[in-house]
């Protein structure tokens, strides 16, 4: 028994942070319902993998849901749009407020429908401010809450192309849709959805918020160190015979075990040394005398070596070495999945956590265009005639 069965969700978003919070819902065991347009949305292609066209963010972010293509121009379509609406248990829409409100799918509009409903929306920037209007994606988030420029160089701003911000955003509204649907059941059969916003800038900031602290408190105006720590050492990628790594400590007794490690124990009665901050400050003489041992080994070694000192430490992969890995495939992170017309499987990550109980699940892949749309009117009470009408109208 999945957790989220009987409740449907509508998602109406596009590219990452609407669709993956849908995805989450979807691998709970929610009727996942993409409203996509007739032509196909603009994020179906990206990365495209499949004979058809698709994508690899699409197949990832839209497993376990069905397709209904839909006309939301149209009269008929929006009208369809209400109907829908009345089945729903969420809507998720990552919309400019004002095509919220265009389309019908603001909150007002909704809770009148609707009034157990949840509508999910996401934004840039947040509903208030200046900029609540602007579009954006997850590297403007980087950008401005400090992250990519403490990334890169002083002189070259990184960003980092693991778009994290549409991530995190994503999985805060899926756990802010759990938390207003346990809100309404909880209150019984009178329990009323709400509205539950996220931003991609306001997701941004709380990744950083230790370092705005800091900021804010002491003014240290910090300046990047590429992939140097600023707040310990050794933390940084180290070049072996054989590949890169990845080093990160904290503490003195990490610190220590290191030392002794690669022969050089002198280094912790350093003064320089003589906490995480001071080894911060002066971490590029640390990684100087880290990246000589790292030099003369190869990355196996150098790894066995660290995780018998039990130092965090990891391999640099290119995206090929990390289809290869054994723990990654010992974990069972990247299943193989099927998809029409694909001539090959795909390896699609799992639901971020595993429950004993109420498991999430691979249930079906991500959709071909329109694939549910007539299943889905039925649903709604179509009939053959109908359905073929709105198709030769192109609602649908």
Not at 86 to 97: G, I, R, S, Y
Not at 151 to 164: Q, S
Not at 225 to 231: E, K, M, T, Y
Not at 279 to 288: D, L, P, V
Request: glycine share 10%; with cysteine; charged share 20%.
């Amino acid at each position: 028994m999945q957790l989220l069965n009987g409740i449907r969700v509508l998602d109406f978003g596009r590219f990452i942070a609407g669709p993956y919070c849908a995805t989450l819902l979807a691998d709970l065991g929610a009727d996942v319902i993409r409203i996509e347009r007739p032509e196909g949305g603009e994020d179906r292609c990206v990365l495209p993998v499949a004979e058809t066209g698709e994508g690899g963010m699409f197949l990832q972010m839209n497993r376990n849901k069905r397709c209904l293509t839909l006309d939301l121009a149209s009269p008929e379509g929006r009208a369809i749009v209400k109907q829908l609406i009345k089945t729903a248990d969420v809507v998720v829409a990552n919309l400019p407020t004002p095509t919220l409100r265009q389309l019908g799918l603001d909150y007002e509009t909704v809770s009148a429908l609707n009034p157990r409903c949840v509508l999910v929306t996401v934004n840039a920037y947040g509903m208030v401010g200046p900029w609540s209007q602007r579009p954006g994606f997850d590297g403007v988030g980087q950008a401005m809450s400090g992250a990519m420029y403490m990334t890169g160089e002083p002189d070259a701003p990184r960003r980092a192309i693991a778009t994290y911000i549409d991530f995190s955003t994503a999985q805060a509204c899926a756990m802010g849709a759990l938390a207003a649907l346990w809100a309404r059941d909880k209150a019984g059969p009178q329990g009323k959805g709400q509205l539950v916003e996220g931003s991609l800038l306001r997701s941004a900031v709380i990744q950083t918020n230790g370092l705005l602290i800091e900021q804010h408190v002491h003014a240290p105006d910090r300046v990047p160190q590429g992939n140097r720590g600023f707040a310990s050492a050794p933390s940084d990628a180290f070049k072996t015979k054989t590949g890169w790594l990845l080093i990160q400590t904290i503490g003195d007794a990490m610190f220590k075990r290191v030392c002794d490690l690669i022969g050089q124990p002198g280094m912790k009665t350093d003064p320089r040394f003589s906490d995480d901050l001071s080894r911060g400050k002066n971490s590029a003489e640390i990684s100087r005398v880290l990246g000589e041992w790292c030099a003369s080994v190869t990355r196996e070694q150098a790894l066995d070596a660290l995780a018998q000192a039990k130092i965090p430490s990891g391999p640099i992969y290119t995206p090929r070495e990390a289809l290869q890995d054994a723990q990654i495939a010992a974990a069972d992170l990247l299943p193989l999945r099927s998809f029409p017309g694909m001539s090959r499987p795909y390896p699609v990550a799992p639901h971020p956590v595993d429950m004993s109980a109420t498991p999430a699940g691979f249930r079906m892949p991500a959709p071909t265009l329109g694939q549910h749309t007539d299943e889905v009117l039925r649903e709604l009470g179509f009939d053959a005639a109908g359905i073929a009408a709105l198709r030769e109208r192109k609602v649908v």
